[in-house]
């Protein structure tokens, strides 16, 4: 089976934009998470979404947003960057919802100037 | 907060020896998983270990959890040189309106020396 993939996996963006990541879970998971990962905060939890529907949420602001669609297939939206989006965003998927075993894409990294 | 904490945060042994790393957290749990993670990438999948077990195997990995003490080990056999990476534990922690989360912590940075 193919592994978790995510695009783009770097990111180069001004304060103020916004930008799209993307990511496909393996085939026959229908759980999607996304975290941050930054060397100050390590890696914290965005939210996770199953069956379309956001299951839980991390504490970030608003401008942190995500979805998935009906092949499972997960976005997450940042609105108004900020310097400190600057981190590693990593996808995970999982057979089922919950705090079990999670596969991991290989991240996002963006860059915010 | 962080629910898990390593410790130590960082570790450099010769290849062939045996890394231990620690982990303790705050609250009950249900299960606790390892994670490895090389340099700017993504996580990979260790092991997991349930509230009700006490040890557990995976090749040369051996964990370990005492829910007592609220405290895990990582002990990696006989390293190599493919081991160098950062290790992370993360564990399950009871969110609002019941729903679940892991919850990883800070990690612990292993180098081994050829």
């Known amino acids: 089976k193919a592994g978790v993939t995510q695009t783009p996996r770097y990111l180069i963006k001004t304060r103020g934009q916004q930008v799209t990541l993307s990511c496909s879970p393996i085939?026959?998971?229908?759980?999607v998470s996304w975290y941050q990962q930054t060397p100050g905060q390590g890696l914290q939890f965005l939210f996770e979404?199953?069956?379309?529907?956001?299951?839980n949420k991390g504490n970030f602001p608003g401008r942190f947003s995500g979805r998935q669609f009906s092949n499972s297939r997960s976005e997450m939206n940042v609105s108004t960057l900020e310097l400190g989006d600057s981190a590693l965003y990593l996808c995970?998927?999982?057979?089922?919802?919950?705090?079990?075993?999670?596969?991991f894409g290989p991240g996002t990294r963006l860059t915010v100037t | 907060s962080q629910q898990g904490e390593e410790d130590p945060q960082a570790l450099s042994i010769q290849e062939g020896e045996n890394a231990t790393m620690n982990c303790s957290y705050k609250?009950?749990?249900?299960?606790l998983q390892w994670y490895r993670q090389n340099s700017g990438r993504g996580l990979v999948h260790l092991i997991l270990?349930?509230?009700?077990?006490r040890e557990k195997h995976s090749g040369r990995l051996r964990v370990t959890l005492d829910t007592s003490k609220k405290s895990s080990s990582l002990l990696i056999t006989a390293s190599r040189a493919a081991d160098t990476a950062s290790y992370f534990c993360?564990?399950?922690?009871?969110?609002?309106?019941?729903?679940?989360?892991?919850?990883f912590g800070q990690g612990t940075r292993l180098t081994i020396n050829p």
């Open positions: 609250t009950s749990i249900n299960n």
């Open positions: 085939s026959g998971h229908r759980s």
């Open positions: 270990i349930r509230s009700n077990e």
């Open positions: 979404y199953f069956s379309e529907t956001q299951r």
């Open positions: 993360a564990t399950d922690a009871t969110y609002i309106q019941g729903a679940q989360k892991l919850v």
């Open positions: 995970a998927s999982s057979l089922t919802r919950g705090p079990y075993e999670q596969y």
